[in-house]
């Protein structure tokens, strides 16, 4: 537990970048239609969070071009984000796992045309499926909506604090 507010780092997480808090972070994003997944250990007090923008790595036009934003995909950041929480030595079943985001009323294009509809609904689900695949469950969401979400993530605590953006914010 830091001693002072000096003594905690603050972030921004880019949109298809994970944080790894191993020292006090608050971590902040804006979600519209993507979606944040934080995990964190309590014994270890670490946690980790991401920001994904699509459900899936098959959702891009051109899937043979590699990016280097592993967690741009809800499916390979929920990995990502299992792996580097078992580097710490954190076992799967200590873990918080909490999810954020997904927003309607937003299109990219940059997605198949046919994958642009609900994308904020459909970062859920996959968000949802690739954690119950992994045998883990969200102690607490913030899902859905037409509205943004500002999000702050405290790295040796678990917390999270939302603030509901208007919609001509986002």
């Given at each position: 537990?830091p001693?002072?507010?000096?003594d ?9 970048d ?9 971590v ?102 690739n ?7 969200p ?32």
């Amino acid at each position: 537990m830091p001693q002072n507010q000096s003594d905690i780092r603050r972030v921004f997480l880019h949109t298809g970048d994970a944080y790894l808090g191993v020292k006090p972070t608050i971590v902040s994003t804006v979600l519209g239609s993507c979606v944040a997944i934080s995990m964190f250990s309590p014994r270890k007090r670490q946690g980790i969070i991401c920001h994904a923008f699509l459900p899936s790595r098959a959702e891009i036009k051109d899937v043979n071009e590699p990016s280097i934003q592993i967690c741009r995909y809800v499916d390979t950041a929920v990995d990502h984000l299992l792996k580097s929480m078992r580097r710490l030595g954190v076992r799967k079943n200590e873990l918080e796992v909490k999810l954020f985001g997904g927003a309607t009323g937003l299109s990219y294009s940059q997605v198949r045309p046919s994958c642009a509809l609900g994308i904020g609904n459909r970062n859920v689900d996959a968000a949802l499926e690739n954690l119950e695949a992994k045998g883990l469950k969200p102690v607490s969401m913030d899902v859905g909506g037409n509205v943004g979400r500002k999000l702050l993530f405290c790295t040796y605590s678990g917390d999270v604090w939302i603030k509901r953006l208007e919609k001509h914010m986002f």
